[in-house]
């Protein structure tokens, strides 16, 4: 008995041909529904139904709108706090947020310049 052997020329005309089928059959749906379909669709008055469901959404999301709104608030009231400078670590943070060097940084609160390129590594990346 001899193998089935299908080529890439056969498995072309094959996908050809189911994708011509696909085809076809999306052009006679289109020209079955036609307009009449979107004429229809355009139309259409909501009911009373998606009225009630559209008001909730539309307050739903006024609500949403006021709790962004306030936690951009809060957001940008916690940016703006400084970090009390009682630590060289946390005046090197606050000189790696102004964009200072690691070299600048360690020579300037007194630390290792590994823990200064770690700090000006995180804090640059972060930009809290």
Request: include cysteine.
């Amino acid at each position: 008995m001899e193998a089935l052997v299908i080529g890439w020329q056969e498995l072309l005309v094959v996908a050809i041909a189911v994708l011509g089928v696909h085809v076809a059959e999306l052009v006679l749906l289109l020209r079955w529904s036609g307009a009449r379909g979107t004429r229809a669709w355009m139309r259409a008055t909501p009911t009373s139904t998606q009225s009630e469901v559209l008001n909730s959404m539309g307050l739903e999301l006024a609500e949403l709108r006021q709790q962004v709104a306030r936690l951009q608030a809060e957001v940008d009231k916690l940016r703006s706090v400084s970090l009390p400078a009682t630590s060289p670590y946390n005046q090197a943070i606050q000189m790696a947020r102004q964009g200072l060097s690691a070299s600048e940084v360690a020579s300037g609160c007194g630390i290792s310049r590994g823990e200064a390129e770690l700090i000006v590594a995180l804090y640059r990346k972060l930009r809290i």
